[in-house]
């Protein structure tokens, strides 16, 4: 009897399903960047109160990534999203009949702390079912997935806005996740205590481990706060992108909301997707017997891609832009490809959540603070100002992940193969 093809293993099965969990999960948050002119006219907002719409369930999700990845270590991860993608999907279809500024505020803090919970564990669920051999090219699975979501959030919930109202959208997307909620059971490993053995398709788990030992030991990994200081860095930089570029088409090329929403997510991130589709592929082959290159080809690809922001510094005719953030895009996927398989290089089975908790929170917070400020700049230094300074970030970011490559990971590879 032939071997079943890898799309119908189990460990495969898993990743297409956290897949599909993450494109709502990034849905779900970046709808709101597609309906902002709408809220603004609706509620008279003003341009801080926007920012603060994306700002405040930014830091939500900071202040609960930790404790999400520490919870994550310790119970069942496969309870743990979907718990998270039932409580997120609620919020959502709320939100859709928020009354008022205070109340769509509340809403968004509440999505953030629902949402933080998903993504160490099913990040963690992935590197369980997949060695080294296949793990880029899994964990960019739940990459395209989050993406994707983005293409699917602001598109959607700008295309029943422009048609039905804002509100629609919200509705829509949290009916989905409830629906792919009551789907997950037969897709995802069984829900076990860490401990015990597991049934395909996942791997016997590590030992629990408690918060004050993942600390201990996350504190000891040069690379690993190389990481976080990338996603510090990133975060800051992507989530104000993804924050105003909608509203930046809507008011520069006079464009739809429907069409602004679409592009203002569908360019930034379909060539992100082909980016980790190519990265995961060729992190894997790269680093297949060096794991330490994928630091290297992390960096890279953050210092090639980086220039072409600064193309908004002459407020070029719509084509342009289009392809210089198609550019950037692609080499930032190709980068980011690396970015989860490094961490499961440095950090063991047993502490992962807990890392790839605090990398969600540096991100996550960064980006609130970078959606807010853009909100205070606007009116003096424009958008397409402060999308160009982007550029700069990327820049650093780059260049702290090759420091890292040159002085800290193979020591950081080593010791982590040591820890059981």
């Known amino acids: 009897m032939s071997p079943p093809a890898w799309w119908q293993e189990p460990r ?66 496969t309870n743990l999203v979907i718990g998270s993608l039932i409580a997120w999907s609620s919020v959502t279809a709320l939100m859709g009949a928020a009354g008022g500024f205070a109340t769509l505020l509340g809403l968004r803090l509440g999505l953030g702390l629902a949402e933080c919970l998903f993504l160490p564990a099913a990040i963690a669920l992935i590197a369980d079912c997949h060695g080294p051999g296949t793990r880029a090219r899994a964990l960019s699975f739940i990459s395209i997935g989050v993406n994707s979501g983005m293409v699917l959030g602001g598109s959607l919930a700008g295309l029943l806005a422009e048609h039905f109202g804002w509100r629609w959208g919200f509705g829509v997307l949290g009916g989905a996740g409830l629906v ?41 990994v040069p690379s690993y706060w190389v990481l976080v200081a990338e996603s510090t860095l990133s975060g800051f930089g992507m989530w104000t992108f993804f924050g105003w570029l909608p509203l930046y088409f809507k008011e520069t090329y ?100 807990t890392g790839i908790g605090f ?23 424009g958008l397409d100002g402060i999308f160009a300074g982007i550029a700069g970030i990327f820049l650093l970011a780059g260049t702290v992940l090759l420091v890292g490559y040159r002085y800290f990971i193979r020591t950081d590879i080593e010791r982590a193969r040591l820890v059981r």
């Open 12 to 77: 495969w099965r898993v990743a297409g399903f956290l897949a599909c969990a993450a494109a709502l999960n990034y849905a779900d948050r970046a709808a709101l960047s597609s309906v902002l002119p709408a809220l603004r006219g609706d509620f008279q907002l003003t341009d801080v109160q926007l920012g603060l719409l994306g700002s405040v369930f930014l830091w939500a999700y900071a202040l609960g990534s930790p404790l999400a990845g520490a919870i994550a270590d310790r119970v069942s991860r």
């Open 180 to 220: 792919l909620a009551l789907a997950a059971r037969p897709f995802l490993p069984r829900a076990i205590a860490p401990a015990e053995p597991a049934s395909p398709p996942a791997q016997a788990p590590p030992a629990r481990a408690t918060r004050t030992e993942a600390l201990a030991y996350l504190a000891r």
């Open 254 to 353: 006079n464009m739809t909301l429907a069409a602004a929403g679409f592009a203002g997510t569908f360019m930034l991130q379909i060539s992100v997707v082909l980016g980790l589709m190519a990265g995961g592929w060729l992190s894997d082959r790269v680093a297949h017997d060096a794991p330490h290159r994928r630091m290297l080809l992390y960096g890279s690809f953050y210092l090639a891609g980086a220039p072409f922001l600064l193309l908004f510094l002459g407020r070029p005719a719509f084509p342009v832009v289009a392809a210089g953030i198609a550019a950037f895009s692609f080499l930032r996927g190709l980068g980011q490809a690396n970015d989860n398989p490094t961490q499961c290089e440095i950090v063991p089975p047993r502490f992962r959540s």
């Open 359 to 381: 990398m969600n929170a540096a991100a996550t917070g960064a980006g609130g603070c970078g959606v807010l400020f853009a909100g205070f700049l606007k009116r003096e230094v």
